[in-house]
């Protein structure tokens, strides 16, 4: 493990301006997102979709500081024999890789999953750095339902294979991100999702201790202190900053450089709201970068607006371009509602 260069690029993956585009949906969950806009999960469409914001030039260079890629993805080549890893690489951000194999039961807890995949990592991680892949994020999910679930033993288990992972990641010289994902679905108010998210995140920096991972090579992509979806109450802007910044603060040890958040299921504007407001009004209280990791947040508009057909890209372009613009402005603390009207 070289932690000068892990470190580079988890303070590289979170640079002022810059974040991370989810590109990761595994093949199920982009058929999903395609079925959503009437297009065919082919190959090539796939491809087509992917190669489309890779090439969006002025996201890419200005906003989006790496991209998680899939299996499928980082292999694959653009439609003109370039591969979509070079096309990342030539707009100056960095490619990452899912390396998760998805969450399934876990046994004995039902309502509960566990994150699988661990079997020959170190194997696949050392074929995705030839690759070319430089971070890797590995997601565990916690859901909230009454006061049973999640169980301790959910987040026991969960957080010791992300802290495996981890470990491996960093003995192939890959920047593991952590992503412990407490689901925003719930009817929960913000408080539980706060204990939750607090919980969770002070379990993952034991075992990351225990298993010795070296902060200082590590990202963290956790979900945000927000109310669940289905909350008759649903908190505002400015309680949703303090309450996750609070929990964070409390929480998460100042060796790591970076945060990206997952958006979770928030509209757009929300996930960038939430995370202008807290690098605006708590800037000099955190010791780390706080940026995104957004799939949902940043892709749900070019989607729409391409709807699988070659003559809506450049709309499709100038909506991921937007995003990721107003999301970059939200990592200083310099974004507005009145830019999104202005766009
Ligand atoms: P969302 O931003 O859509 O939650 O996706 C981020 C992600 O990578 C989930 O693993």
Redesign the pocket.
């Known amino acids: 493990m070289n932690l000068i260069d892990l470190n580079k690029i988890a303070v590289a993956m979170a640079a002022p301006g810059k974040g991370i585009l989810?590109a990761?949906e595994s093949s199920g969950t982009i058929k999903k997102r395609f079925d959503s806009i009437g297009a065919a999960s082919t190959e090539d469409n796939r491809r087509d979709y992917r190669e489309m914001l890779f090439r969006t030039d002025e996201a890419m260079r200005n906003s989006i500081s790496g991209v998680?890629l899939f299996d499928e993805t980082i292999r694959q080549n653009a439609k003109d024999g370039t591969p979509l890893v070079q096309l990342i690489k030539d707009a100056g951000s960095i490619p990452g890789i899912k390396v998760d194999k998805g969450a399934k039961g876990l046994a004995g807890a039902p309502g509960e999953k566990i994150t699988e995949g661990l079997d020959g990592l170190r194997e696949r991680l050392n074929e995705y750095y030839e690759l070319g892949a430089r971070f890797a994020?590995w997601?565990a999910v916690i859901d909230i339902d009454g006061s049973e679930i999640p169980s301790g033993y959910c987040i026991a288990t969960n957080v010791h294979a992300l802290a495996r992972y981890a470990a491996l990641c960093q003995e192939a010289n890959i920047v593991p991100i952590v992503?412990p994902?407490v689901i925003m679905d719930g009817d929960h108010d913000i408080d539980r999702c706060l204990d939750v998210t607090e919980f969770t995140l002070k379990s993952l920096f034991d075992e990351l201790y225990a298993q010795d991972v070296a902060l200082e090579g590590t990202v963290l992509k956790p979900n945000m202190v927000v109310s669940g979806k289905k909350c008759p109450t649903q908190a505002g802007v400015s309680e949703v900053a303090e309450k996750t910044v609070r929990c964070f603060r409390a929480a998460v040890p100042a060796a790591l450089p970076s945060i990206v958040f997952?958006?979770?299921?928030q509209s757009d504007e929300e996930a960038t709201a939430h995370l202008n407001a807290m690098n605006a009004e708590y800037a000099d209280k955190m010791p780390w970068a706080l940026s995104f990791?957004?799939?949902?947040?940043l892709q749900a508009a070019p989607l729409k607006a391409w709807g699988g057909k070659p003559e809506n890209v450049a709309a499709a372009q100038a909506a991921f371009a937007h995003r990721a613009k107003m999301n970059g402005l939200a990592t200083t603390g310099e974004w507005s509602d009145g830019l999104e009207n202005v766009a």
């Open positions: 989810a990761d998680i994020k997601r992503e994902e997952l958006s979770g299921g990791s957004y799939g949902r947040a």
